[in-house]
């Protein structure tokens, strides 16, 4: 049974930082591309970040390179995002996904067939 489950959202004033967890099975952790999106309400779901587990190369959207980093800890098959410089922009629902196709090596931020429940992230200005 798969199973993703986020972490660590919470409410910040613009400025400051959250980091976010997904915690995953191991066996859809292991050599896969996971991912971090976004939903603001009335907003289509945005990409935010992939990491490939196995090599590690990361990718970003525009709107959060520089200010949020994706990492892994394989030992515990959790990947965090590191939310740093936080708008109320970023304000959304923040959900890990899990298994996508491979690139050239590397993860992008579509077709992902596993999804978690989501953790709410509200920034204040």
């Known amino acids: 049974q798969v199973q993703l489950v986020e972490s660590g959202g919470g409410s910040v004033q613009a400025g400051g930082s959250l980091r976010l967890s997904c915690a995953a099975s191991?066996?859809?952790?292991?050599?896969?591309?996971m991912g971090w999106f976004r939903q603001a309400p009335g907003k289509e779901r945005e990409g935010v970040a992939a990491?490939?587990?196995?090599?590690?190369?990361?990718y970003y959207a525009d709107s959060v390179k520089g200010r949020f980093t994706i990492s892994q800890d394989n030992a515990k098959n959790t990947v965090y995002l590191q939310m740093n410089s936080l708008k109320p922009e970023d304000t959304a629902m923040y959900y890990c996904?899990?298994?996508?196709?491979?690139?050239?090596?590397?993860?992008?931020?579509?077709?992902?067939?596993?999804w978690g429940q989501g953790t709410q992230v509200t920034v204040s200005s």
């Open positions: 996904a899990a298994e996508a196709p491979l690139y050239g090596g590397s993860c992008r931020l579509d077709e992902y067939n596993y």
């Open positions: 191991r066996y859809i952790y292991s050599s896969n591309c």
């Open positions: 990491i490939y587990t196995a090599g590690g190369t990361t």
